[in-house]
């Protein structure tokens, strides 16, 4: 096994990745809520996991990855109606909150699979685990660490501060000083303590999703859903908990506390966390008119709800998106910016070019450089140093330079480099990172084909000096959008 | 709206359809077992139910579509192992039921949506719904209609039919036979009659998953989900239940039972259910070696399991399966062979090329015949008289002679009936039969214009009598298996 060096977000410091099982990885993470279309936040924690399992996997580990799907909404029944209008419309009239969270998942699937997102190993619906919150919340009773209140449950952070002192451990906020700042409740809420958070909800009336328990007809808090599904589908204790860094507190602190509560000992081994998106250094937010979904991105309509303004200078393909977010270590901010995608474009496509011409160079008996050997295990090394993602794309750019020598004639390689850049290629741009070449597609053979065929009837016209085929092919196919490229071993072409 | 006829299996006779709400249709239809890959006895009911899901929006409801994952397996831990064994083991070396629940469900969607079927309106899992079920047993007892037995709770039959004489009433059985055919248990068994059926069912210690109940940890039986879902998604009647119609006997006569016993009535107003596939004259099933997953159709691989005989002559597309399924009622029982589904892929390959031959086709002022105008509503007719797919198909087929005649200059159609026939085929055969050109992708835009240059090259060299350079284009087409044929409106082609 190689040796990964994981960020810890509880211990604040990089720890060598050791399994509680052997050759086993459990890992949760936190995924969507699913009352709207995913933005580019969400890209973000899908894909920095989506590269650690994909990581993990090749290095040998058996991986159950589960990732939840957060559909208990806080949907209400429209406001204006009284209770009895609503009693009186017909099921099929009234808005069914699962039929507003199916449409969102399917969203999500489709956007995820667009930018290269392997499905989790289980998709846990929050909805779907409802007895086993409860069962929870009744476990964090009998701990002594919760009350009921109204037909709501509070989980008591306060008693659980006093019992355990760790609650603050994993986000570093201090009890103390929000104990100090916080005056005594006078009764009016339901609540012991303002810190204190709700394990279970009673329903208001107009609230649509609820559930009978034994305290009220109501639907459970936040934090249970991780903390329920992550035990019943990885264990008590398992390896990785992730997510955004927005993440860390309430919801995961609350996590950890919840587990603690019952287990005395938090849900797992390594917290990580990825940093966040801004836009042109700006908080993302619908109120501040700069939230662009992943689908406005791919196809490059988004428009200011107030000016209108135009913020995408051009549409922005899935694996663009990817690349961008992958150029960046997961723990380091990322601000978008037209500038940084099209530059994100353009690099990508330097490293695909270089890719695609390793199979037009002709091998020499022996390289000119010696470097390509070591290639591999800088790439592992970066890997292992907390997944640095973006020194692994610099070293394919140095490796991408070598290529384009050899494919210019400047330098030479020998056939065992050459496959060895090829498999490292396919090893780190393509397996781990899950990089695609998006200008493939099921038709991808017959158009190789028919440019073949163009190309070769242009280079008969150019010897025959038959230069009004040649020109009309060339007009025809700038028309199309491919670029033609002559070099030493013939002609080359792109979209 | 549209006079639709809908054959109920209930009354046994077509009914004219007729929503309980206005303008709204609620719809549930019995879904996929996860816990195997999909066949072609899957893709039937999807493709039928799918069509009704299109037919019924086509026309101008709003419809909520719900359709089911069966998730609750009968998975159990390896029998070789005693319990404290596997209670020894981490959680992550165990066989966890859900991650072989999503890996068949992700396997399912992909081929459901290779096959054109639309994404239900919501699709609940069994397994998220275990509080509805057991709410729905509580009632039943309630009801005094079910009775308790060493944890497990089963329905009572014979005291139903007492009360209800219900009890047969969809399937045809009639239960005073049953009774008569059945001695009295000797008490050695659960059950107090033969004939009644599992409500809630105790877990044996290797069942793996089981929730807790008022009446033992276990899991519902088999026939509550449905119930319990359609009446959260749907209310407590709807309009259509459909299935296949193996679920007919016990399945939905059991669905029936139950929530009559609750609320006096059916779950539904319409039963719908589509007939059986055969495999060259013989039922599908494992043990008969003719069992073919939609992939191995899909790539033409497939093994008898014994034999090593080939079943598959070769690859057949999803539009192939989809179009071969539709060219039957979906009341009729159809037949595979190789034989059968090489002639509808012929068949839909003749629609479309008369399809997109319309596009070339010269208008003349006048069309020479005048069926064009009566195409619309025969095809109308057809759907609406129990959607009678194969009428529409069969319409097509004379439209596509017509449209034939027109591109060979034998007939003559004006611009309003080349209009008109190219909207009935996009409205029948795309958005209401949901087929598809699966010859064009992303890339068919480049290939449509690298062809036009490739054929353009042929011609400029005919004309220039260059059979060199028309030769090589042949050939080199050839090879990549693109047909070129010459008409009076110069060459198409086709892959």
Redesign the interface.
Known sequence: MQPLLIYNTLTHSKELFKP??AD???MYVCGPTVYGDAHLGHARPAITFDVVFRYLQHIGY?V?YVRNITDVGHLENDADEGEDKIAKK????QL?P??VA??FT?RYHAAMDKLGVL???????A?????EQI?LVKKIMEAGLAYESNGSVYFDVRKYQEQTHQYGRLSGRVIEEMLATTRDLDGQDEKRFSGDFALWKKASPEHIMR??SPWSDGFPGWHTECTAMGTK???EQ?DIHGGGMDLVFPHHESEMAQQTAVTGHGPCHYWMHNNMITINGKKMGKSLGNFITLDEFFNGSHKHPETGEEMLAQPYSPMTIRFFILQAHYRSTVDFSNEALQAAEKGYARLLEAYKSLSRISASDKSDKSDVSGLRQRCYDAMNDDLNTPIVIGHLFDAAKVINGAADGHLKLSQADIDELKDVFDTFLFDILGMRDESS????G??D???H??LD?RS?AKANKDWG?SDR?RD??K????TVKDGKDGATWS?
């Open positions: 509680l099982t086993h990885v459990g058996k159950r017909a099921r099929l009239e069914e699962m039929e199916q449409y399917n499905r989790p190993s289980i998709e846990p619906h909805s779907g685990h409802i007895i069962e559930w009978p589908y990885l264990g398992f597609s099921d038709n991808s017959l158009v084909g028919l440019m065929m163009i009837m008969v085929t092919i025809g196919l028309e199309l959008g491919v979209l």
